[in-house]
């Protein structure tokens, strides 16, 4: 009973604003017009209380607690998205390339979709496929709507439905320490990488960084 008045209070913090005025295309991500979309601050909580069960791009089922024990980059975007989704893709890429060889196969990195309706596992394979990162570490994830509410709710992520089929959204980075719970986030694009890279770095066992510059 407690877990789901916490889920509750979370999700009325986290999701409940001003009516968004219809936008066009090219304006719908514009988060100067829309000040009530910047992302709240996460919840501190560990991702991986929440249940259910999630399907990524290879169609292989997914509990976020079974990510216990790793390190995770996170974040929430859609493939139909052309505007901002693929700039969080690409700052997520550069995240990873930052590391050495040895130590991005000790990192997983996970994209989940905001439009779960459309994003079918097949859909986001051929996104995954198209962006360079169908890798084994690399999950991008379809869930139910509640699921996805519920983790953008502990993330902090802000988003709404467009009258268009759009989804007006924050763009936060954020990252996974092994027990799930936020070590760091980037809360916007604005926001240089160097911080995240180095929060990463220095989640990674000390060994791992022998011979890299």
Known sequence: MKKHILLFSLLCTSLVWPAVAQT????????????QMQGAQPSGKSLYWLDGTWTNQQKKKLELKSLRGQIVVIAMIYSS??????????????????????????????????????????????????QGVNRTNWHFLNGKASQVSELAALLGVRYQATA??????????????????????????KTDLSDFQKKLKSLLPPMSHQGHH
């Open 24 to 35: 066009n295309h090219n304006n719908h991500h514009n988060h100067n017009q829309h000040p």
């Open 81 to 130: 998205c052309s505007s901002v989704c693929p700039l969080i893709l690409e700052d997520v890429k550069k995240i990873e390339k930052s590391l050495s060889s040895a130590d991005r196969g000790k990192v997983t990195f996970v994209l989940v979709s905001f439009d779960p309706q459309r994003d079918n596992p097949e859909k986001l394979a051929q996104y995954a496929q198209k």
């Open 164 to 189: 268009q089929g759009e989804f007006i959204h924050s763009n936060q980075i954020t990252l996974l320490n092994a027990e799930g719970e936020v070590a760091y986030q980037r809360p916007d694009l």
